[in-house]
């Protein structure tokens, strides 16, 4: 969980007044000024000495005072401060687990209902955004292709994978050929890659395709090249995800900006720069989180992310997780995406 060590020693006060201003920033989302922190610190200090310690945070960068307040709120170094050193972190209840439980279970064996319900029951539970990533390509197995013919040189390729999905492409062919030829072209590929991950079966596509053109027929070679042309796809070889509650972000007065929310929804949408940061999670041992600036994308300047790697068969296959602001409740969001992340992959081991 814990983002980098920070060479930085404050005193046990000033991180008592840290702790209790940034608790009390994301439960209202004010400015805290220092009477108000003197108050609800419990320490016998004047709001001149609080006053005296806001400032030398301010100095090191871990508290900021908005232009409109006299109040301060967390810098991104503050939160990660407050995450890594001062968080707890609350611990689950008996009934909370059993809703995540609930929703994860009997999911008609369909994966891809599994993983909506999975990113719907994050943004219900945390009232953010939810979103889980399919399951790495390359580790799942092509189980079996047809082709079927469209036209004269037009064919629809369907593809079967060892997860149950199931996706189409259209290939367009110099020339045609009748259902019959492409049944045979399909039996050859099946026969030669079926039960292999996809690494290992466009790796094996391109030494056919080098060896294959002294050797082969002209129908086995096309059933190469249509089989390359496949795997090649991007929406076939990269995971995609399943995101929910992206409108929960509106209620959230620093994120409710048009302007903000049109390039949020808008990066959400193109899923490649999200896709890319929860890919950096693939790895994670456990929950990580990106605070801000951190997660070195503009669009999420004001977001946080807390995201887990779930997997199945000993193996992490995708990563889920949750989009809110910085001011997130961080000691019961990150419980709960690591208890969903576990829960997923229960429920992935219990369909195989």
């Given at each position: 969980?814990?983002?980098?060590?920070?060479?930085?020693?404050?005193?046990?006060?000033?991180?008592?007044?840290?702790?209790?201003?940034?608790?009390?920033?994301?439960?209202?989302?004010?400015?805290?000024?220092?009477?108000?922190?003197?108050?609800?610190?419990?320490?016998?200090?004047?709001?001149?000495?609080?006053?005296?310690?806001?400032?030398?945070?301010?100095?090191?960068?871990?508290?900021?005072?908005?232009?409109?307040?006299?109040?301060?709120?967390?810098?991104?170094?503050?939160?990660?401060?407050?995450?890594?050193?001062?968080?707890?972190?609350?611990?689950?209840?008996?009934?909370?687990?059993?809703?995540?439980?609930?929703?994860?279970?009997?999911?008609?064996?369909?994966?891809?209902?599994?993983?909506?319900?999975?990113?719907?029951?994050?943004?219900?539970?945390?009232?953010?955004?939810?979103?889980?990533?399919?399951?790495?390509?390359?580790?799942?197995?092509?189980?079996?292709?047809?082709?079927?013919?469209?036209?004269?040189?037009?064919?629809?390729?369907?593809?079967?994978?060892s997860d149950q999905d199931v996706q189409n492409r259209i290939l367009h062919l110099e020339s045609g050929y009748d259902r019959d030829q492409l049944q045979k072209a399909a039996n050859y590929l099946n026969a030669q890659f079926a039960g292999r991950d996809l690494t290992e079966v466009r790796r094996a596509l391109l030494e056919e395709m080098q060896q294959a053109r002294k050797s082969m027929n002209e129908l086995m070679l096309t059933a190469i090249k249509m089989a390359g042309e496949v795997f090649d796809d991007g929406d076939v070889n990269q995971n995609g995800y399943v995101m929910a509650g992206e409108t929960n972000l509106m209620e959230f007065?620093?994120?409710?900006?048009?302007?903000?929310?049109?390039?949020?929804?808008?990066?959400?949408?193109?899923?490649?720069?999200?896709?890319?940061?929860?890919?950096?999670?693939?790895?994670?041992?456990?929950?990580?989180?990106?605070?801000?600036?951190?997660?070195?994308?503009?669009?999420?300047?004001?977001?946080?992310?807390?995201?887990?790697?779930?997997?199945?068969?000993?193996?992490?296959?995708?990563?889920?997780?949750?989009?809110?602001?910085?001011?997130?409740?961080?000691?019961?969001?990150?419980?709960?995406?690591?208890?969903?992340?576990?829960?997923?992959?229960?429920?992935?081991?219990?369909?195989?």
């Open positions: 969980m814990r983002h980098e060590a920070m060479d930085i020693q404050l005193s046990t006060r000033a991180q008592h007044l840290l702790k209790t201003l940034v608790e009390r920033y994301i439960h209202e989302g004010q400015p805290v000024g220092s009477r108000s922190l003197s108050r609800q610190s419990g320490l016998e200090l004047s709001p001149a000495s609080v006053r005296n310690v806001m400032a030398d945070l301010e100095e090191m960068g871990f508290v900021q005072s908005p232009h409109t307040s006299a109040g301060r709120i967390p810098t991104v170094k503050g939160y990660r401060f407050f995450v890594d050193t001062l968080l707890t972190v609350r611990k689950l209840t008996r009934r909370e687990v059993s809703r995540l439980e609930l929703g994860l279970r009997n999911q008609d064996g369909d994966f891809q209902n599994l993983v909506s319900s999975a990113s719907t029951l994050l943004s219900g539970v945390t009232r953010l955004a939810g979103v889980v990533t399919l399951p790495r390509r390359e580790r799942a197995t092509w189980q079996q292709i047809e082709f079927l013919p469209l036209s004269e040189s037009r064919v629809l390729a369907v593809v079967v994978f007065a620093e994120l409710s900006d048009v302007e903000k929310l049109r390039r949020l929804f808008e990066a959400f949408n193109q899923k490649r720069d999200i896709l890319h940061l929860l890919d950096q999670a693939i790895a994670a041992d456990g929950v990580q989180i990106f605070i801000g600036e951190e997660s070195g994308y503009r669009v999420l300047d004001d977001c946080s992310v807390v995201t887990a790697p779930y997997g199945a068969e000993d193996e992490v296959v995708g990563v889920l997780g949750v989009i809110g602001p910085t001011r997130m409740a961080y000691e019961r969001v990150i419980p709960i995406v690591d208890m969903t992340a576990r829960l997923l992959g229960h429920a992935l081991n219990s369909r195989q």
